[in-house]
């Protein structure tokens, strides 16, 4: 059974960093797509990054290339989601999650796509 929970949300002001973590345990090396997603108030849940558990090709949302990076280098270890030069509009809930398949086999943005979701972690980015 998969299991993923979230930790180092926060507040911060524009320009600054967090870090995102995700105890994925039950994930398989090479066999799930683990990625983050955002949902702001009142706006869909939007997939922002995914790699292949312990590490792989990475995916990114044209908002968050070049300022995120998704990282796993070994399933015993956390994801994370490293976050720089933050923007207030990347204000929202962030969510964990996991597909049964490697990221070769699903749309990596597309919430369906996964079985497997966290509990989320709010992060707040003031001007």
């Known amino acids: 059974q998969v299991r993923l929970v979230e930790s180092g949300g926060g507040s911060v002001q524009a320009g600054g960093s967090l870090r995102l973590s995700c105890a994925a345990s039950g994930v398989s090396d090479g066999r799930n797509c683990v990625a983050w997603f955002r949902q702001a108030p009142g706006k869909e849940r939007e997939g922002i990054a995914a790699t292949t558990a312990g590490g792989g090709r990475t995916y990114y949302a044209d908002s968050v290339k070049g300022r995120f990076k998704i990282s796993q280098d070994n399933v015993a270890n956390p994801l994370y989601l490293q976050m720089n030069n933050l923007k207030p509009e990347d204000t929202a809930m962030y969510y964990c999650?996991?597909?049964?398949?490697?990221?070769?086999?699903?749309?990596?943005?597309?919430?369906?796509?996964?079985?497997?979701w966290g509990q989320g972690t709010q992060v707040t980015v003031s001007s």
């Open positions: 999650a996991a597909a049964s398949h490697s990221c070769i086999y699903v749309v990596y943005d597309r919430p369906n796509e996964y079985d497997y």
